[in-house]
């Protein structure tokens, strides 16, 4: 089961989640309180995260890319309505 594209428990995990966690084991790891164990642990769960994350980052850019005609423009909201 690759852990790089679920949660502990096996299911999917979204951007947001991801990057909760992310933020939940960096804190945990900067208290200094982990055994080193634990810490080896966060920390390879750690990457997985920013693996993941990065992976859907880019497939969002892909995506919008794709609905720009590969051409990014500046945002002009419709005044109209």
Request: glycine content about 8%; aromatic content about 4%; hydrophobic content about 40%.
């Amino acid at each position: 089961m690759p852990a790089d594209s679920s949660a502990p428990g096996g299911e999917a995990i979204s951007f947001e989640k991801a990057l909760e966690e992310l933020e939940t084991l960096v804190s945990r790891m900067e208290d200094g309180k982990l055994p080193l164990e634990e810490s080896l642990e966060a920390y390879q769960r750690g990457t997985e995260l920013i693996k993941l994350c990065q992976a859907k980052l880019t497939a969002a850019q892909a995506r919008v890319a794709i609905l720009e005609g590969e051409a990014l423009r500046d945002f002009k909201p419709d005044r109209n309505g």
